[in-house]
Nanobody
Framework: QVQLEESGGGLVQAGGSLRLSCAAS????????IGWFRQAPGKEREAVSC????????VYADSVKGRFTISRDNAKNTVYLQMNSLKPEDIGVYYC?????????????????????WGQGTQVTVSS
């Protein structure tokens, strides 16, 4: 079965950390641009961070710069999102997506695009 699956979400206190994983099965993530997106209740989906499939160039939303780090481990066919210093405004469902055609900058501009693959999402809750 070809799919992306997110994991690692949960409940954490403000200031805490979580590491999200985006694991691919049925295909290899090599050369795919990967994006992490989130959607809070009642809000539009937004891009959080994206990573290139060619040279690991990264892009971050201003709201998470310096706190979140995206990385990929092609040997494990997985992309990670390390989230530190979490804030209540980071609450939401976090999705990963993979796209073979978009460069990293474009990937993060299209949170609703019909990317090649989307995961089902993982919930992140931050208590204040």
């Amino acid at each position: 079965q070809v799919q992306l699956e997110e994991s690692g979400g949960g409940l954490v206190q403000a200031g805490g950390s979580l590491r999200l994983s985006c694991a691919a099965s049925g295909f290899t993530l090599d050369y795919y641009t990967i994006g992490w997106f989130r959607q809070a209740p009642g809000k539009e989906r937004e891009a959080v961070s994206c990573i290139s499939g060619s040279d690991d160039t990264t892009v971050y939303a201003d709201s998470v710069k310096g706190r979140f780090t995206i990385s990929r481990d092609n040997a494990k066919n997985t992309v990670y999102l390390q989230m530190n210093s979490l804030k209540p405004e980071d609450i939401g469902v976090y999705y990963c997506a993979a796209d073979m055609s978009l460069i990293v900058q474009a990937m993060c501009k299209f949170p609703y695009a019909n990317h090649d693959y989307w995961g089902q999402g993982t919930q992140v809750t931050v208590s204040s």
